[in-house]
């Protein structure tokens, strides 16, 4: 056997491993969304939580965090900040009073209408080397592996690290209602 021919990779492992071409092509694609999400000045974890409310209407930040495995004190810091740039409203819930019911505003609907665009576009150019029922073989694999794998359909594993550092000490779960911006004097 000559030497160029040991070094050469086992035929079908050519690109590594299935597991290691997922996780390339996974970082890849994230990476290239984020870019192409820089306009909007959100982050795909912002984008993570916009569409969340916007698909759980009325779901309490708790209910949010708990579907999305984000500590409830990180997500009321989240949904702070997408309150204050006018996205996210809280309204009280009519049943419980201790807790705040989330709804994207008519901008935050706008905005997640817009990342929605870029979502497909990024899709399409991601996807541009598979034709229609490669592409629809591709997903349907790829549902069947993480329905396996008891990943929650729609939501990034990486969400329940967001806010987090190696750093960090476990807290206490923050109340239902969170904060709330003062409105005017008391």
Known sequence: MKKDEEARPAPGREGGSTAFLLAQL?????????????????????????????????????????????????MVVLVDELEGRGLVERRDNPEDRRLYELHLSPRG???????????????????????????????????RIAE??????????????VGKTTSDAPQAPSGGRGRRPKKGPP
Do not use: W, Y
């Open 148 to 161: 396996h794998q008891g990943l929650t359909p729609g939501v990034h594993p990486g969400m329940r690290h």
């Open 26 to 74: 996974g970082a890849h694609a994230a990476s290239r969304f984020a870019e192409h999400l820089g306009p909007t000045g959100l982050s795909p974890p912002q984008v993570g939580i916009l569409r969340a409310i916007g698909n759980g209407a009325g779901s309490s930040q708790h209910a949010l965090a708990k579907r999305l495995s984000i500590l409830p004190s990180r």
């Open 109 to 143: 609907r706008q905005t997640l209408e817009s990342v929605g665009r870029i979502a497909r576009a990024h899709d399409e150019a991601l996807c541009a080397a598979l034709d229609e029922r490669e592409r629809g073989q591709l997903r349907a694999l790829l549902l």
